[in-house]
Every structure is written in C-alpha cells, then in structure tokens.
C-alpha cells in the first residue's frame, strides 16, 4: 500500500452563523473521505467562562471570547501531525441531528452536479490526497487567533443579514422573544450574532460593509477564497467552492 508523501491539505468553511458552513461540510464529505472534520462549536466554553453581553447584560456565545482557542489549536495540530481525531474526542453535535441534515443537504443538490464535482476533485488531487475539514463561524479573525497549522483553502461563505435571521429563526427552538435560552432570540442575533459577525470580519470588505464588495487585495494578501455572490442556493455554493479549492491548488503548483 502506497504511503502518503506529505501532510493533509486543510479546507476551511468560515462565514456567518446558518449561512451554510455545515451543509457544504456534509456535501464534501460526500464526494471525499476527509481524515478528519472539526467544527469551532466544539470549542466553546462552559457557561461561566463566556463573555458577558455590553449592552443587555447576560452572556455572549458568539464574541470571539467565547471560544477556547487554545483548545482548538491544539486539536487542530494534533489531526494534522497524526492524520487522525484524538482518542476520546466527543463532539456535542448530535449524531441523529447530523445524519438528518446530511440528508436534507443531498437532496438539494441534483446527483449530475455531485458527480461531476467529485470527478472534478479527483482530477485535481486523484485519490491519494488526503484532507482535513475545519467549519467556523470566528477562524479569519484579525489577529488571527488559529496557529502552528497551515491552512490550506481558505474559504468564505457569504449571507445577508435578512437571510441569516430568516435561518437562524426558523431553527426548531429559535425565534422565541420569551425564551429562557438567551442565545434563541431575534434581540440575541441583532446584537450578538450579526453584531460580532460584523466586528470581526468587516476588515475583509471595502468600507466595512459585509453585505457590500469584498477586498480583493486583502482577500488576496489573506489567501481567503471570498464567494462573489451572496445568498447563493446550496447547489451554486457546493459548485463555488469545489471549483474554488482545485483553481487554488492549480495556482499553487505555479
């Protein structure tokens, strides 16, 4: 059996909350066996470690506090040294959860264009190259707070504020002004998902506008792979960013 030469090319899905890192992650999975996937949800912490929120009080899942990056990193390094997940990792997804959304995924997209996308793929890369998943909604920050790995593809998914509401309110749980779970409410995501979704990733766009055009020279200078449309359908992002992934690493073999 052939040994592998070198070590895995990490893919990146990074973007706003609910616009769509998760079911790009299960529609890649589904035309590459990456060696292993890491989600950033699994590194937030406990309840009594989060931030607390500036101007209603209570605490703050989404600021960039709220994640314990040093965990993460040492994670992140540890699958990409080893080529595996550490033994005893418990991710807090639910298995049943993520086989039900990487159902409702695949059906959006036709069967011609996932064969064509992975064919695609194993042009590019054949079927010895192996791959690290990383999905994130805090992984461009500025600094960056993600270190001791190389990144291979950078890539950003792009929402508006309107569709990401929509999203994120027609969750089961979610959009409940009387909630007890602070995070589940429309103020919540005014404040503190948008609010920190904008903060930290408006020195990507011209003007800070992040419904607005991309900085091309910081993109570029950042290697991030901004998606030029926004609220683009499963199918037209899964096509983005197979594409995107092998022209990057045509240009990289340049």
């Not at 616009?19 to 949800?41: M, N, R, V, W």
């Not at 790995?149 to 504020?161: E, Q």
């Not at 449309?229 to 045509?250: H, L, M, R």
């Amino acid at each position: 059996m052939a040994t592998r030469q070198h070590k895995p090319s990490i893919i990146v899905l990074s973007g706003s909350s609910s616009a769509g890192k998760s079911t790009l992650l299960y529609l890649l999975t589904e035309i590459f066996s990456p060696i292993f996937t890491i989600q950033l949800d699994d590194f937030c912490k406990e309840f009594e470690f989060l931030p607390v929120r500036p101007n209603k009080g209570g605490l703050d899942g989404d600021a960039a506090d709220s994640i314990d990056f040093d965990a993460f990193n040492k994670t992140l390094h540890y699958c990409w040294e080893l080529e595996k997940m550490p033994d005893g990792f418990q991710s807090w997804q639910d298995l049943a959860e993520v086989k039900r959304a990487k159902k409702t995924a695949l059906a959006k997209v036709d069967p011609v264009l996932m064969e064509e996308m992975r064919k695609m793929m194993l042009e590019e890369f054949g079927e010895r190259e192996n791959f690290g998943i990383v999905d994130g909604f805090l992984l461009y920050l500025q600094p960056s707070r993600v270190h001791d790995t190389p990144l291979s593809f950078k890539l950003f998914i792009r929402i508006s504020k309107l569709t990401a509401l929509a999203r994120r309110m027609a969750r089961p749980g979610y959009g409940d002004p009387n909630s007890k779970d602070f995070w589940r409410t429309p103020e919540y995501f005014e404040e503190c998902v948008w609010g920190n979704y904008v903060k930290e990733h408006a020195w990507l766009f011209h003007a800070g506008d992040v419904e607005g055009e991309p900085n091309e020279e910081v993109c570029g200078r950042e290697h991030i792979l901004m998606q030029p449309k926004i609220d683009a359908t499963v199918e037209e992002t899964f096509k983005w960013a197979v594409t995107a992934i092998t022209e990057e690493a045509k240009k990289l073999r340049i």
